[in-house]
């Protein structure tokens, strides 16, 4: 069983900056695909971005140039760093993983950009 929990979520002023982090237990970390989806209200959840085991990334065209995905297999953690925040960021954001045929979902944790 895997394990994710998310944190780095909070209040922030637009054109502000905010750093999510995602730790995963198990030792099948490097093997995953893990991404970060984000739920806001009344809206359906929409896919962020994306990180493979070999580093490539993948973005959605409303974070492109200002959100940032990456990871660190010693630590079996991803991190979302999001820069230039807008008020549309406001949503909650989950970390997603796959591997070996399954999906596993973090918590959550809420990220508000209002001034």
């Known amino acids: 069983q895997v394990q994710l929990v998310e944190s780095g979520g909070g209040l922030v002023q637009p054109g502000g900056s905010l750093r999510l982090s995602c730790a995963a237990s198990?030792?099948?970390?490097?093997?995953?695909?893990m991404d970060w989806y984000r739920q806001a209200p009344g809206k359906q959840r929409e896919l962020v971005a994306s990180?493979?085991?070999?580093?490539?990334?993948n973005y959605a065209d409303a974070v492109k140039g200002r959100f940032t995905i990456s990871r660190d297999n010693a630590k079996n953690t991803v991190y979302l760093q999001m820069n230039s925040l807008k008020p549309e960021d406001t949503a909650v954001y989950f970390c997603?993983?796959?591997?070996?045929?399954?999906?596993?979902w973090g918590q959550g944790t809420q990220v508000t950009v209002s001034s």
């Open positions: 997603h993983a796959f591997y070996l045929g399954s999906h596993y």
């Open positions: 198990g030792s099948r970390f490097r093997i995953a695909v």
């Open positions: 990180i493979i085991p070999g580093g490539n990334t």
